[in-house]
């Protein structure tokens, strides 16, 4: 077997195939992409190279930069208002017990096993001013007027709310799991400290959920910074570029307004903002495990 | 150790033998059985005539697949329905062809249309005659060149062809005239003693009626931008009295500083602002816009005569269905534009693809659909509006009274408007216009900052 695995063969054909999958799914399309965002291709026809003509105007692009804010917007949601929610909620799961800790932890998970699509159309109509669910029960509660929930002034609210549920039960399920994976001794030692529930999830949970934090609020900032299709079925970013996210911006401009050179810059620039965030979080977390 | 050697001898064996069969089977079978059948056929008769027609019949019956890539994704109702039924009919009568059909929403086709370019497209496609679509498409030799002569006993309408013109080539064929009409509920509109509006201040006026009775004035597809840019066309259209040169200027200079663009737009906030339309109409796509309508929730419906199959859609209830009545954008006062000048247009139409491996076969389908008695007489038997033929011969006085009031419209027209203003320029401007006409009409933008944008989005 030893003989087998330092055959360069074997271990050339085994990394093989990742190696393609890599190549040809990832390397090859940013390579592409880069060379395209130096072009004014429109999709079809011929590409001429036009420099940094692109980037410049991608610069001075209102939209693209209200979009990018719409995607921090949304990180902030995720981090100050889903995450908290789902890890008090994964804590409250943890105590149930029994049938209906199984049956909650269904019931939070219910929104990320419907497809997107479906959730879209569903809040469109919850969403809807004149046969809407939540304009029927402000009604039904005495309020006599008609909000427009997509009106451009709150509309990116509304969307954020609908991004918020949905990604809800991803974010309780990691942090249950992180809370399962605790050792019970700690706990044990907490009660007979005399520790309350808030003082156990704050010294105790709390800190041994760290990493479990780490890998999920990069994951939610990561999420955030690429949503694209409940937005694209939701609003298409409109009214009015009111709820626009750079990943849908960039769909538009690359596949409706034909600018497809212009798509690919969007979609570079875009790559480099990630990887920032990326490393900037690795930092941040690093230098606070070292602090810890 | 010899164990496992023989044992991997054998595997390898078999794999290779599985792999050349597998190679073999597929070319090999097929190709012999005819020509034993051909030689022995030519041998028993002797004769050179019977080869050849054997050869004849053998190349008749060669199987034809051809894609038909379509933006109807409806096809139980309205022109999807049609487009079915002339393909059902082609395979009946070509046994040898099979047609399969992909079908998508508008903005989805359009989407994909630009990645089948890219990669190779089905071989016969929906375009759209406009600029906003057809110029980067033809710049970009994907579609393949029609033969203007066979074309000669269609019965097309007189310049309906030229959108789908390229430096004098033919590229397309249109399907529709396509008329922007206010679709109303005759019944509610007599119930509550309101009457056509003669000028649009008197529509906006009825609309402040509509709104005291509880119902939705206009129900407006405000999400998808387009149909608010045809009304702006339409308004343009009255207030000018003709657009076809008035956008052409503004497009190519990237200039819509002209008073008619801002009086237009002015016009069409002033009915936003005055509550026109539904609440929330710049977000709501399509359907919900049209249900509103067909649930007798809204009193009108501003959309295209392509939506006239309403009046045989039983899916709609038989009390708003049978009362479907349309008028058209009433005149603006002041404005150049008589009650007859109306906001019509030859829009979505037919292609061949330039790369299709099966060409011949396919313009030969192409002509097949737009046989007078095919697309215009299945589209007319069907309500789908005016198709871009003569029609007048399928006349079966059975006619819903909407499909009457529409010929009528067009038999009436002092003046068509042409293609509406947002596919009149390149894909950036039809993008941006029909986004930022939601935040001019919402408020969110001025009527001077609209045009602005919409000026630079040309350039």
Request: charged share 20%.
């Amino acid at each position: 077997m030893k003989k087998l695995y330092s055959n360069k063969l074997v271990i050339a054909s085994l990394i093989l195939p990742g190696i393609l999958v890599f190549v040809f799914a990832i390397l090859a399309p940013i390579c592409l992409s880069i060379y395209y965002g130096f072009t004014d291709y429109s999709g079809m026809g011929t590409a001429t190279v036009i420099g940094f003509e692109n980037y410049s105007k991608l610069m001075q692009d209102k939209i693209f930069w209200k979009s990018l804010w719409h995607s921090a917007l949304l990180a902030i949601g995720f981090i100050c208002i889903q995450h908290p929610l789902a890890m008090i909620v994964a804590a409250v799961l943890d105590k149930l017990q029994g049938k209906a800790e199984g049956f909650f932890r269904c019931v939070y998970f219910i929104p990320n096993v419907i497809s997107v699509a479906v959730i879209a159309y569903l809040w469109k109509f919850i969403y809807n001013p004149d046969f809407g669910l939540l304009n029927n029960v402000l009604k039904a509660l005495g309020y006599t007027g008609k909000i427009n929930w997509f009106d451009s002034k709150i509309a990116i609210w509304s969307v954020l709310v609908v991004l918020i549920w949905h990604g809800f039960g991803w974010g309780m399920l990691i942090y249950y799991t992180g809370i399962k994976n605790i050792d019970p001794v700690l706990y044990e030692a907490a009660a007979i400290d005399g520790a309350n529930n808030r003082q156990t999830f704050i010294s105790v949970t709390l800190p041994q959920m760290k990493s479990v934090i780490q890998v999920n609020v990069t994951m939610a900032i990561i999420s955030a910074l690429k949503q694209m299709e409940t937005v694209y079925l939701l609003t298409n970013g409109g009214p009015g570029n009111s709820t626009q996210f750079t990943a849908n911006y960039l769909y538009q401009q690359a596949f409706k307004a034909f600018k497809y050179g212009y798509g690919n810059a969007i979609s570079v620039v875009f790559i480099l903002i990630c990887i920032a965030v990326t490393i900037l979080l690795n930092i941040i977390f690093s230098e606070k495990g070292k602090a810890v | 150790m010899m164990k496992k050697r023989f044992l991997t001898t054998i595997l390898a064996i078999t794999a290779a033998g599985t792999l050349l069969a597998g190679c073999g089977s597929k070319t090999a079978a097929p190709t012999a059985a005819p020509t034993e059948k051909a030689t022995e056929k030519a041998a028993d008769q002797t004769t050179e005539k019977a080869a050849e027609e054997t050869t004849k019949q053998a190349e008749a019956a060669e199987d034809v697949t051809l894609k038909v890539f379509s933006n109807l994704p409806d096809r139980k109702n309205g022109q999807g329905l049609v487009e079915q039924m002339i393909i059902d009919e082609y395979m009946a009568q070509n046994p040898n062809v099979k047609i399969t059909v992909e079908a998508l929403d508008e903005e989805a086709y359009k989407t994909k249309f630009k990645a089948y370019a890219m990669d190779g497209m089905p071989d016969v496609v929906s375009i759209w005659g406009q600029p906003a679509f057809l110029d980067e498409v033809l710049n970009a030799g994907v579609l393949a060149e029609l033969n203007t002569g066979d074309y000669a006993d269609y019965k097309f309408v007189e310049g309906s062809l030229e959108g789908f013109k390229k430096d004098g080539k033919l590229y397309g064929l249109p399907r529709n005239t396509d008329v922007a009409v206010i679709y109303y509920n005759q019944k509610m509109f007599d119930d509550n003693g309101w009457k056509i509006p003669e000028t649009y201040n008197e529509l906006l006026t009825m609309a402040s009626d509509i709104k005291a009775a509880g119902l939705i004035p206009m129900a407006m597809d405000g999400g998808d931008g387009w149909p608010m840019a045809i009304f702006m066309s339409d308004l343009v259209n009255k207030i000018n009295g003709s657009t076809i040169e008035t956008v052409a200027n503004a497009v190519q200079n990237g200039d819509f500083t002209a008073p008619e663009f801002k009086e237009a737009t002015e016009l069409m906030r002033t009915a936003a602002e005055a509550g026109l339309f539904q609440d929330g109409y710049d977000s709501q796509d399509y359907g919900t816009a049209m249900n509103l309508f067909t649930n007798g929730q809204a009193a009108m419906f501003y959309m295209g005569s392509w939506e006239s199959s309403m009046a045989l859609n039983e899916d709609i209830p038989e009390e708003v269905r049978t009362n479907i009545r349309v008028f058209t954008m009433p005149v603006v006062e002041g404005g150049k534009g008589q009650k007859h000048d109306i906001a019509a247009w030859n829009g979505g139409g037919y292609a061949v693809s330039a790369d299709s491996k099966v060409k011949e076969e396919a313009i030969k389908f192409l002509n097949y659909m737009y046989q007078p008695d095919k697309l215009s007489k299945y589209g007319w038997e069907n309500g789908v509006g005016m198709s871009a033929q003569d029609q007048s011969q399928y006349m079966t006085g059975n006619e819903t009274e909407l499909q009457m009031q529409i010929v009528e419209i067009v038999n009436a027209a002092t003046s068509l408007s042409g293609t509406p203003i947002n596919d009149c320029g390149p894909s950036a401007f039809k993008a941006c216009i029909e986004s930022e006409i939601q935040s001019v009409t919402n408020g969110t933008s001025t009527v001077d900052g609209f045009l602005d944008v919409i000026g630079k989005a040309c350039k």
